[in-house]
């Protein structure tokens, strides 16, 4: 069974307009109001693609109702512990230039932490779990040390996708799989890079430190994958983007739930492009049928 963990759930407010002027007042021409946070969004793409999840986390108010509903109406399974205090409303503009405003996140007592806890007791050798996103400012990201080592105790696979050095941290557990992005990646490892033949010693670096395996995302670069000491590239697709908000989720759900089936790394790769690329061109995440199409032209070669 695969679980993802949204220790930071959000409803994504998208709202498009023509163009952001800072310091005035800006009109909407149109709004979406989408559930959010990393885990989910790995949780919805699995249910598009038939494979079954069980989304954990901690949801609040009526904005955690708007979630659990939403993820319910999409036969999501859901076990997030309810928390007293509101979870948070991400804003997501898209403009002239594309901006992203992220609540910190509600406070999380230390029943409600435990109550989090006592969740995972369930996990097993057969289960890997997806930590993906922030945590909120009351827990820290450390948090996410504890919870690994709780996964590890009940034997189960981890992946995770998180930024700065709890991330590095993380890799002597040997995660399944990890994907920062170009950017995060530098972050990491205080680098700048100038194309994409510097990133990949630093993508070996993943592996050497404790990754099974590790792609590397680029946007509209393409993505990379690190397997068994070779590299392999998926140059990017080209199309319209209405959203890129997902497409790292996606590409590590569709990374997942292909991987849990064939144990074939470059074949989950393919798809988790398949879905990363699909969810920009959308503009929510994307659906089945579109990712299907876009897998048939994803090209994968051997750096
Ligand atoms: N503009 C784009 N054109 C083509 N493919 C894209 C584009 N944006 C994303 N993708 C595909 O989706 C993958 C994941 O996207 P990206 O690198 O933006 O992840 P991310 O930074 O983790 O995203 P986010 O945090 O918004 O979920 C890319 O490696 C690429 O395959
Ligand atoms: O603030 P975090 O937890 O780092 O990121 C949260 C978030 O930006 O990530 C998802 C897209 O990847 C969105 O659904 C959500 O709003």
Redesign the pocket.
């Known amino acids: 069974m695969i679980y993802t963990v949204t220790l930071n759930p959000s409803i994504d407010f998208l709202v498009r307009l023509p163009e952001f002027k800072v310091g005035e007042v800006n009109r909407m021409t149109s709004d979406d109001k989408f559930p959010g946070g990393?885990g989910i969004?790995v949780s919805r793409i699995l249910a598009r693609l038939d494979s079954h999840s069980t989304a954990l986390g901690f949801l609040g108010g009526f904005t955690g109702a708007f979630i659990k509903e939403k993820l319910e109406a999409e036969d999501i399974q859901t076990d997030f512990v309810k928390i007293a205090s509101d979870t948070r409303i991400n804003v997501k503009i898209k403009s002239n230039i594309e901006s992203e405003i992220n609540g910190a996140g509600p406070k999380i007592s230390a029943a409600e932490r435990d109550a989090f806890f006592a969740k995972l007791d369930v996990l097993t050798a057969a289960d890997i779990v997806v930590l993906a996103g922030s945590a909120p400012a009351s827990l820290g990201q450390d948090f996410y040390l504890d919870v690994i080592n709780k996964i590890k105790a009940q034997g189960a696979e981890f992946v995770i996708?998180i930024e700065g050095d709890v991330l590095v941290k993380s890799l002597a557990n040997r995660p399944l799989v990890v994907?920062p992005?170009?950017?995060?990646l530098g972050a990491i490892y205080g680098v700048e890079f100038d194309s994409v033949e510097e990133l990949i010693p630093y993508g070996h670096k993943l592996l050497a430190d404790g990754a099974q395996y590790a792609?590397i995302?680029?946007?509209?670069?393409?993505?990379l994958l690190f397997a068994d000491g070779k590299t392999y590239f998926?140059k990017?697709?080209?199309?319209t983007?209405k959203n890129?908000?997902?497409?790292?989720?996606?590409?590590i759900a569709g990374f997942v739930g292909e991987f849990v089936k064939s144990h074939d790394a470059v074949k989950a790769f393919r798809q988790?492009?398949a879905c990363?690329?699909a969810?920009?061109?959308s503009d929510d995440l994307a659906e089945a049928a579109f990712i299907k199409e876009i897998s048939d032209q994803v090209v994968i070669e051997e750096c």
Do not use: C, L, R, W
């Not at 992005?181 to 995060?184: I, M, V, Y």
């Not at 995302?217 to 993505?223: K, L």
């Not at 890129?244 to 590409?251: F, I, L, N, T, W």
């Open positions: 990393k969004n996708d994907k992005n170009n950017h995060e792609m995302s680029m946007a509209g670069d393409g993505a998926a990017a697709i080209k199309g983007v890129s908000v997902g497409a790292g989720d996606s590409m988790g492009v990363g690329t969810t920009a061109f």
